[in-house]
C-alpha cells in the first residue's frame, strides 16, 4: 500500500514539475514577444494585435487549469499523507498486539507443559495405588481364610473334648450329672467354644483387620483429596498465604492412633510392616503423655510397624520400652476422652 502511494506521488510529483517548467517557458515568450513588440514600429495592422491578445488569452486559461491542477494534487497528496500516518499507527498496534499475544502463547504452553507432567505423575501414582490396594485385599482374603481354618479347627476339638469327658466318668450319680451338664452346655448355643487366650487371639485379629480396613480407607480418601486440591490448584489462580497462629484440631485419625495405636506400641505388639504409609505420616514424632507428674514417652520401635498376626511371632525380639500394664494404666488415666471411635474401644479393651 504504501509503495503505491509512493509511486502515485511520484508521477504527480513528475507532471506537476512539467507544468510548471512550461508555465516557465510560457512566461519567458510572453516577456519576449512584449518586448518585440515594444520595439516594433507602429505599422502594425489591427488584425496581428488581435491576434496577439487572443493568444495572451489562451495562455492564460491555460496556466489557470495547470494551477488548479497542481492545487488539486497538492490536496490529494496531503489526503494521501494523512491516510499513510494512520495506517502505520494501525500497524504499530497491531504488531504490540501480536507481541502480547505470542507472550500469553508461551505462558499457555508451558503451562500445558507442566499440566502434563502433573497428570502423567498422577497417572502412575494411581497405578501404583491400585496395585498395593489389590495386594492388601488379597492379603486380606488370606487372613480371613486362615481365620476360618482356625475357627472351624478350634470348633473341632472343643466338640472332641466334650464328647470325651462324658465318657469317662460312667456309672456314678455324679459322673451322670457332669455328663448331662456337658450334654447340656453341648447343646446350648451360647456355651463358650474357645478359651480365654484364644479368644483374646480372634478378638484381636479382628481388631487388627477393623484397624487396616480404615486405615486403607483414610488412605484412599486422602490421595483423593490430594487429586481433588491439585485440580483446583490448576483451575484456579494461587491464592497468597498468610502465616496461620491458630494451632489446627486434632483429626480423628490422629486420634485413633494416640488412643488405640500408641498403646500396642507401648506393649511391643506392633512391629515393622510396609503397609502403613499414611500412620508414618500422621505420627512422625513419638507421643508424649503425663500422669502423676511424670513424662512418659511411648517409641515407635521402627518407621514402620504391623497388625497383621503372623508378626507376633518375632514379640520376643522386640525390646518393650517399658512395662505394658503400667504404661497403659498411666496412659488411660491421662488420656480420657468420650469421642473415641469403636477401632479405638475396642483395641483398649481387647490389650
Known amino acids: 500500500m504504501s509503495k503505491e502511494l509512493e509511486l502515485v506521488e511520484d508521477v504527480w510529483r513528475g507532471e506537476a514539475q512539467d507544468l510548471l517548467s512550461q508555465i516557465a517557458q510560457l512566461q519567458e515568450e510572453n516577456k519576449q514577444l512584449l518586448t518585440n513588440l515594444s520595439h516594433k514600429d507602429a505599422g502594425f495592422s489591427e488584425e496581428e494585435f488581435q491576434k496577439q491578445e487572443g493568444m495572451s488569452e489562451r495562455e492564460r486559461q491555460v496556466m489557470k487549469k495547470l494551477k488548479e491542477v497542481v492545487d488539486k494534487q497538492r490536496d490529494?497528496?496531503?489526503?494521501?499523507?494523512?491516510?499513510?500516518?494512520?495506517?502505520?499507527?494501525?500497524?504499530?498496534?497491531?504488531?504490540?498486539?501480536?507481541?502480547?499475544?505470542?507472550?500469553?502463547?508461551?505462558?499457555?504452553?508451558?503451562?500445558?507443559?507442566?499440566?502434563?507432567?502433573?497428570?502423567?505423575?498422577?497417572?502412575?501414582?494411581?497405578?501404583e495405588l491400585e496395585a498395593d490396594l489389590q495386594t492388601k485385599e488379597q492379603e486380606m482374603g488370606r487372613l480371613r481364610a486362615e481365620l476360618g481354618k482356625l475357627r472351624e479347627r478350634l470348633q473341632?476339638?472343643?466338640?472332641?473334648?466334650?464328647?470325651?469327658?462324658?465318657?469317662?466318668?460312667p456309672g456314678?450319680?455324679?459322673?451322670?450329672?457332669e455328663a448331662d451338664r456337658l450334654a447340656m452346655e453341648l447343646k446350648d448355643p451360647n456355651r463358650p467354644r474357645f478359651t480365654l487366650q484364644e479368644l483374646r487371639d480372634v478378638l484381636h485379629e479382628r481388631n487388627e483387620l477393623k484397624s487396616k480396613v480404615f486405615l486403607l480407607q483414610e488412605e484412599l480418601a486422602y490421595y483423593k483429596s490430594e487429586e481433588m486440591e491439585e485440580e483446583n490448584r490448576i483451575s484456579q489462580p494461587p491464592p497468597i498465604m498468610h502465616p496461620k497462629t491458630s494451632l489446627q484440631p486434632e483429626s480423628g485419625i490422629k486420634?485413633?492412633?494416640?488412643?488405640?495405636?500408641?498403646?500396642?506400641?507401648?506393649?511391643?505388639?506392633?512391629?515393622?510392616?510396609?503397609?502403613?504409609?499414611?500412620?508414618?505420616?500422621?505420627?512422625?514424632?513419638?507421643?508424649?503423655?503425663?500422669?502423676?507428674?511424670?513424662?512418659?514417652?511411648?517409641?515407635?520401635?521402627?518407621?514402620?510397624?504391623?497388625?497383621?498376626?503372623?508378626?507376633?511371632?518375632?514379640?520376643?525380639?522386640?525390646?518393650?520400652?517399658?512395662?505394658?500394664?503400667?504404661?497403659?494404666?498411666?496412659?488411660?488415666?491421662?488420656?480420657?476422652?468420650?469421642?473415641?471411635?469403636?477401632?479405638g474401644q475396642e483395641a483398649l479393651q481387647h490389650l
Not at 156 to 169: D, L, M, R, V, Y
Not at 172 to 177: P, W
Not at 275 to 304: I, M
Open 255 to 343: 486420634r485413633l492412633i494416640f488412643t488405640a495405636i500408641m498403646p500396642m506400641v507401648a506393649a511391643g505388639l506392633i512391629i515393622d510392616d510396609p503397609t502403613l504409609q499414611p500412620v508414618r505420616r500422621l505420627v512422625s514424632l513419638p507421643g508424649k503423655c503425663k500422669a502423676r507428674g511424670e513424662s512418659h514417652v511411648f517409641l515407635f520401635p521402627s518407621p514402620r510397624f504391623s497388625f497383621f498376626s503372623r508378626d507376633k511371632k518375632r514379640l520376643a525380639n522386640v525390646q518393650r520400652t517399658m512395662p505394658a500394664q503400667e504404661s497403659f494404666g498411666q496412659w488411660a488415666n491421662s488420656h480420657r476422652d468420650d469421642g473415641y471411635t469403636e477401632q
Open 172 to 177: 456314678t450319680e455324679e459322673g451322670v450329672s
Open 156 to 169: 473341632g476339638e472343643i466338640s472332641q473334648n466334650g464328647q470325651e469327658k462324658p465318657e469317662t466318668e
Open 76 to 127: 490529494e497528496i496531503r489526503a494521501k499523507d494523512r491516510e499513510l500516518g494512520l495506517k502505520s499507527e494501525d500497524v504499530e498496534a497491531l504488531q504490540q498486539q501480536q507481541t502480547r499475544l505470542m507472550k500469553i502463547n508461551h505462558d499457555l504452553r508451558h503451562r500445558v507443559t507442566v499440566v502434563e507432567a502433573q497428570g502423567k505423575a498422577l497417572i502412575e501414582q494411581k497405578v
